[in-house]
Nanobody
Framework: QVQLVESGGGLVQAGGSLRLSCAASGRTFSGYAMGWFRQAPGKERDIVAAISWNGGNTYYADSVKGRFAISRDNAKKMVYLQMNSLKPEDTAVYYC???????????????WGQGTQVTVSS
């Protein structure tokens, strides 16, 4: 079992930056791949970025490539999403998720946080 708690969301102007954090509990955190997803009102929950258990593999959605960076610190049981050059279309609830395999599909992830709101004003 892995419990996840996101933080770091908020209101930011377009062009600004935010760093989201995801704190995990559970003894086997380092064995899990992690993903960040987002869901805007009326839309599906889509993947933003994913990182393998050791950070060796990463994935980014095309919409965030070059602007967002995912990282993890297994010793601290933390996953981060650095978001730069934010756009109004990045507005969504952001969720972190964990799975035993490096996955892109949200349907594969077993454990989810409660989400944190990111609002980007124009």
């Amino acid at each position: 079992q892995v419990q996840l708690v996101e933080s770091g969301g908020g209101l930011v102007q377009a062009g600004g930056s935010l760093r989201l954090s995801c704190a995990a509990s559970g003894r086997t955190f380092s064995g899990y791949a992690m993903g960040w997803f987002r869901q805007a009102p009326g839309k599906e929950r889509d993947i933003v970025a994913a990182i393998s258990w050791n950070g060796g593999n990463t994935y980014y959605a095309d919409s965030v490539k070059g602007r967002f960076a995912i990282s993890r610190d297994n010793a601290k049981k933390m996953v981060y999403l650095q978001m730069n050059s934010l756009k109004p279309e990045d507005t969504a609830v952001y969720y972190c998720a964990a799975d035993q395999h490096f996955e892109i599909s949200r349907l594969r992830y077993d454990f989810w946080g409660q989400g944190t709101q990111v609002t980007v004003s124009s």
